[in-house]
């Protein structure tokens, strides 16, 4: 593939240093881990009918496969700055409080690449319906998000 066709990763500093350990430790820990269980599946005998064996195998392939993408990610990681963000629109990076019309809750998000995203976590996608709508607007613009049970609207409040 060439260098044209990745797709690069918006990312913080915090949500790189995060991959970054996740790949350490796929590496280390969870290599060593599944090479563990492969060997001692293979110290049971017959491969043919052992569960466990084949279970190591998969998870062996899952493992390998994460870091690849993982590897990838970090290799096309463009870091989002908090200092360069324009406080009047949102962007990626950006901490946005909206409230829901008419009167609903107000929340805050931070808009983030989609390899950070953590809705849990309060971190939403630039990519996400509400993400997406987000991106670009300003403080007391309404926006229109689609949802299963229809459009709903939401002001921004303030953005970060």
């Known amino acids: ?32 881990e599944v090479a563990q269980r492969l060997k001692e599946a ?18 062996q392939a899952f493992i390998e496969s994460r870091i690849i993408a993982l590897e990838n ?9 908090s200092e360069s963000l ?17 009167d609903g809750d ?16 309060g971190k939403i996608s630039n990519e996400s319906p509400i993400g997406a709508e987000l991106i670009g607007r300003k403080v007391g613009e309404i926006v229109d998000v689609p949802a299963p049970s229809g459009t709903i609207q939401f002001k921004i409040v303030n953005i970060d």
């Open 106 to 121: 107000v929340e805050t998000y931070t808009i983030v690449g989609s390899a950070e995203s953590d809705p849990l976590s």
């Open 73 to 81: 990610m970090i290799r096309n990681a463009k870091i989002i700055s």
């Open 42 to 59: 293979i110290a049971q005998g017959d491969l043919s009918e052992n569960s466990e064996y084949d279970a190591a195998k998969e998870e």
């Open 1 to 32: 593939m060439s260098q044209h066709n990745k797709k690069e990763v918006l990312l913080t500093e915090e949500g790189l240093e995060k991959l970054k350990q996740e790949l350490e430790l796929f590496k280390t820990q969870k290599r060593h």
């Open 86 to 102: 324009d406080k009047e629109t949102v962007s990626i990076g950006s901490k946005v409080t909206i409230q829901e019309l008419p």
